[in-house]
């Protein structure tokens, strides 16, 4: 296996989603990592007076269930299936812990308990006083609604509230202006958790993401647009990774951007993290180029074994500018390359634990 350890930078395709009263904070519709669809909403924004105003309408709720519960002679079939409704919602809240299924009943609730007083109102003495508590909830409930700014989704994918700045900058197309330099000094810390935001969101393309390497390499200076390899992340996942751009930088080194379309969700949270580059990955020995000894197109090894040495043949599976991995031949492949089978018999086989010979000496 052919690796090189080092550090990433994670590019993405996002959408930054903020609106005018930013500076209230926010409340979440949406949490983070939900998929979300085009058109939906999935934050809003906290209006002026909103905790004021707030417990103003929780005080008239108050008034208007304790004015219907000294209603005693309103049995309105509609009452009673408003009332079923109301309970069938409550239970709904203390089976979910969703925050936005949690507001959806709690709304609900409250639609069910106005319809239920309106009615009640129009059945009982004491009407007008149940109406004028409707009337003014009503007006509370008008003015915190128009100072709610609801955001929502422009395209659809993934809801993050992790915004660092760089959601403009790091995108897939501008990869032109991207190079060492510019990121070095943005500071960022390898494997640190991008911090949650109070005023925005953004949506993310879950599909696929990419991630920026600046290596010296043999293999990163033979690599071509297009290629496959693996990388590996910092939790020991493997990925399937495709080179999407290759450039060399002033400094000799080679910026190779990486597309990827597996644990992108995952990687919503980073910016920078730690990776391995796998160029190639073979099952063998592992043993010094210095090892080998070539004769026309065959190799050989030295092997020593209790202080007898054999001249053995092995096929050279990978090779870099250091190591190369072996193993034995098959039967059948050195039928193929001329030898006897008589001659197959004799032969001696590497083994795991075997020692090899430097530059064919001992």
Same mark, same amino acid.
């Given at each position: %296996? ?7 930078? +994670?590019?993405?395709?996002e959408k930054v989603l903020t609106g005018e009263n930013y500076k209230n904070g926010l409340v979440e519709i949406k949490a983070e990592g939900d998929k979300v669809s085009k058109g939906d909403s ?14 103003? +309408? ?55 308990? #106005? ?22 909830? @009503? ?5 915190? !609604? ?12 993934? %809801?993050?509230? $992790? ?13 032109? !202006? ?6 070095? *000094?943005? !500071?960022?810390?390898?494997?640190? %958790? +991008? ?9 993310? !393309? ?17 690599? *071509? ?6 990388? @590996? ?27 990827? *379309?597996? *644990? ?28 080998? +000894? ?10 020593? $074994? ?19 991995? #072996? ?22 086989? #590497? ?12």
């Amino acid at each position: %296996m052919m690796k090189n350890q080092l550090y990433g930078y +994670i590019i993405r395709d996002e959408k930054v989603l903020t609106g005018e009263n930013y500076k209230n904070g926010l409340v979440e519709i949406k949490a983070e990592g939900d998929k979300v669809s085009k058109g939906d909403s999935v934050f809003r924004y906290y209006s002026n007076n909103e905790s004021s105003l707030a417990e103003k +309408i929780a005080e008239l709720d108050t008034q208007i269930q304790e004015a219907l519960e000294g209603q005693t002679d309103v049995y309105s079939a509609d009452i009673q299936v408003l009332d079923k409704q109301i309970e069938e919602y409550l239970q709904k809240i203390l089976e979910t812990n969703n925050v936005e299924e949690i507001e959806e009943y709690k709304t609900s609730i409250s639609e069910a308990l #106005i319809k239920k007083a309106k009615i009640a109102g129009e059945l009982s003495p004491s009407g007008s006083y149940i109406s004028k508590l409707i009337e003014e909830r @009503r007006k509370y409930e008008e003015e915190l !609604n128009n100072g709610q700014e609801y955001i929502k989704a422009d395209v659809s994918g993934v %809801m993050s509230y $992790r915004i660092d700045g760089l959601e403009e900058v790091l995108t897939p197309s501008n990869f032109d !202006n991207i190079n060492e330099e510019l990121l070095e *000094n943005y !500071n960022l810390k390898t494997g640190q %958790m +991008i911090s949650t935001s109070k005023e925005a969101g953004k949506i993310v !393309n879950n599909y696929e993401c990419y991630v920026v390497v600046f290596l010296e390499s043999n293999e990163a200076r033979e690599a *071509n647009v297009g290629d496959s390899l693996t990388l @590996r992340l910092s939790d020991t996942t493997e990925v399937d990774a495709e080179i999407s751009y290759k450039r060399e930088e002033n400094s000799g080194k080679i910026m190779l951007i990486f597309k990827i *379309n597996k *644990n992108v969700e995952e990687l919503i949270a980073y910016r920078k993290i730690s990776i391995d580059v796998i160029w190639w990955s073979y099952s063998g020995l592992k043993v010094p180029n210095s090892a080998l +000894i070539q004769d026309g197109e065959l190799y050989y090894v030295i092997r020593n $074994r209790t202080g007898y040495t054999d001249k053995i043949l092995v096929k050279v599976l990978k090779q870099n500018q250091d190591y190369s991995i #072996i193993e034995n031949y098959e039967t059948e492949e050195l039928l193929d390359l001329g030898y006897t089978k008589d001659e197959i018999s004799s032969m001696k086989s #590497i083994g795991l634990y075997d020692e090899v010979s430097m530059n064919g000496k001992d």
